[in-house]
């Protein structure tokens, strides 16, 4: 199945610093790639996804690329804000089907 | 509009009790997953539905867990007997189909803990 791996695990910035969150995956054929973030006490909510027909989305702070080739993927926040602070968990599908494999999260904290 | 609705929020019981988490999904979702989340593991994928019917639940841990879903708003996921090692947060999602693409919309989640 598929296995996907995040890192770093903890990322601490500064407030208007950028963050960047780095996934790998090993199905070649996974073709969906969603980031969600958790903050306390919360479920997962998705803030943004990129499909395998393209290289790069964009939405304001936030950015998402995709190498296939490599089959690895990154997310993006430019700007941070301390209410950026949260865990990040990158996902791919396993399948056809939309059932998602996680990452172990990353946990971002935005300093003031 | 209403997510994806789960109770109850918090529970602690003791070992050996039964334990019943519920889900209401997304009205017109035809697909309902539940998710365990815990720091060791992170989310695990316990089994999902589609159209009511369990497609996949290779992920469920043991015969102590079992789902159901009697129709297309209500899901139980239920641990029998519970054991300490039990303890964690257990979400429901759904999605309006299993095809690949679509949002899973989570809920708020369970927070389960077994003494």
């Known amino acids: 199945g598929e296995n996907v791996e995040q890192h770093p695990s903890t990322l601490s910035v500064q407030e208007g610093d950028s963050a960047v969150i780095k996934c790998t995956y090993s199905?070649?054929?996974?073709?969906?790639f969603p980031w969600y973030k958790q903050e306390l006490g919360k479920g997962p909510q998705l803030i943004i996804d990129?499909?395998?027909?393209?290289g790069e989305k964009k939405d304001q702070r936030i950015a998402v690329t995709l190498n296939k080739t490599a089959k690895h993927f990154s997310l993006h926040i430019t700007e941070t804000q301390p209410e950026d602070s949260a865990v990040y968990f990158c996902?791919?599908?396993?399948?056809?089907?939309?059932?998602?494999?996680f990452g172990k999260g990353t946990m971002l904290l935005v300093s003031p | 509009d209403a997510g994806v609705i789960q109770s109850p929020r918090h529970e602690v019981t003791e070992m050996g009790q039964e334990v019943t988490l519920r889900c209401k999904p997304i009205?017109?979702?035809?697909?309902l997953f539940w998710y365990r989340q815990t720091m060791m593991r992170g989310l695990e994928l316990l089994i999902y539905?589609?159209?009511?019917?369990?497609?996949?639940d290779s992920g469920m841990p043991e015969d102590r867990f079992s789902a159901k879903m009697p129709n297309a708003s209500f899901s139980t996921l239920k641990i029998q007997p519970s054991e300490p090692r039990d303890s964690a947060v257990y979400f429901c999602?759904?999605?309006?189909?299993?095809?690949?693409?679509?949002?899973?919309?989570f809920g708020e989640g369970s927070w389960l803990t077994v003494v």
């Open positions: 999602a759904s999605s309006l189909t299993l095809s690949s693409g679509n949002t899973i919309y």
């Open positions: 199905d070649s054929a996974s073709n969906y």
């Open positions: 990129i499909r395998s027909n393209v």
């Open positions: 996902a791919a599908t396993s399948s056809g089907y939309s059932t998602l494999t």
């Open positions: 009205s017109g979702h035809n697909s």
């Open positions: 539905f589609n159209n009511n019917v369990p497609i996949d």
